[in-house]
T-cell receptor, first 114, second 111 residues
Framework: EAQVTQNPRYLITVTGKKLTVTCSQNMNHEYMSWYRQDPGLGLRQIYYSMNVEVTDKGDVPEGYKVSRKEKRNFPLILESPSPNQTSLYFC?????????????FGPGTRLTVT | KQEVTQIPAALSVPEGENLVLNCSFTDSAIYNLQWFRQDPGKGLTSLLLIQSSQREQTSGRLNASLDKSSGRSTLYIAASQPGDSATYLCAVDTGFQKLVFGTGTRLLVSP
């Protein structure tokens, strides 16, 4: 089954404790990205990757890192989490369809930083 | 800067009603517009993708239209069912390697 998977699905942590949220897709997509969703703000892009070893900042990259060493994986790293990073996080990949791209999203990771 | 607005923010209807969800965007230079469904505790499910050259797309009881010149899209749901209860998001692809999302319409269909 074609899908984007994320782990963990739920995470409660404390301020300053480094964490990694994994993302994997089995569709051989070159493009992957991370979004966060907050009430009243919608989804906002954190980082994206056009291909292996190619990453770039989105709209809200502060406090986050990413890496793309393999095509299928795109982990999101919070080196020193803070309470304002409490959010619902989505990983996505995309495929070319018709004359533009269609995005596919993972199930989300709900992160709470205390 | 592209901004996407969805009205209403919440909608409650009895089962069987036909309903319309609205999405507006400020910049008509888009590649496509995508409607998603979001269920609590689950990810985003793509419902319909409308290319910039298209006027509408249909899937089952769902029909989405796109009017680029006026910056509007509507999602029409026919004969609503309780299983349609969810949050519906629209998002536009502006060609800058990201989607710009609206804040969604939370739909509740009561039996």
């Amino acid at each position: 089954e074609a899908q984007v998977t994320q782990n963990p699905r739920y995470l409660i942590t404390v301020t300053g404790k480094k964490l990694t949220v994994t993302c994997s897709q089995n569709m051989n997509h070159e493009y992957m990205s991370w979004y966060r969703q907050d009430p009243g703000l919608g989804l906002r892009q954190i980082y994206y990757s056009m291909n292996v070893e190619v990453t770039d900042k989105g709209d809200v990259p502060e406090g986050y890192k990413v890496s793309r060493k393999e095509k299928r994986n795109f982990p999101l790293i919070l080196e020193s989490p803070s309470p304002n990073q409490t959010s619902l996080y989505f990983c996505a990949s995309r495929a070319y369809r018709g004359s533009s791209y269609e995005q596919y999203f993972g199930p989300g990771t709900r992160l709470t930083v205390t | 800067k592209q901004e996407v607005t969805q009205i209403p923010a919440a909608l409650s209807v009895p089962e069987g009603e036909n309903l319309v969800l609205n999405c507006s965007f400020t910049d008509s230079a888009i590649y496509n517009l995508q409607w998603f469904r979001q269920d609590p505790g689950k990810g985003l499910t793509s419902l319909l993708l409308i290319q910039s050259s298209q006027r509408e797309q249909t899937s089952g009881r769902l029909n989405a239209s796109l009017d680029k010149s006026s910056g509007r899209s509507t999602l029409y749901i026919a004969a609503s069912q309780p299983g349609d209860s969810a949050t519906y998001l629209c998002a536009v692809d502006t060609g800058f390697q990201k989607l710009v999302f609206g804040t969604g319409t939370r739909l509740l269909v009561s039996p």
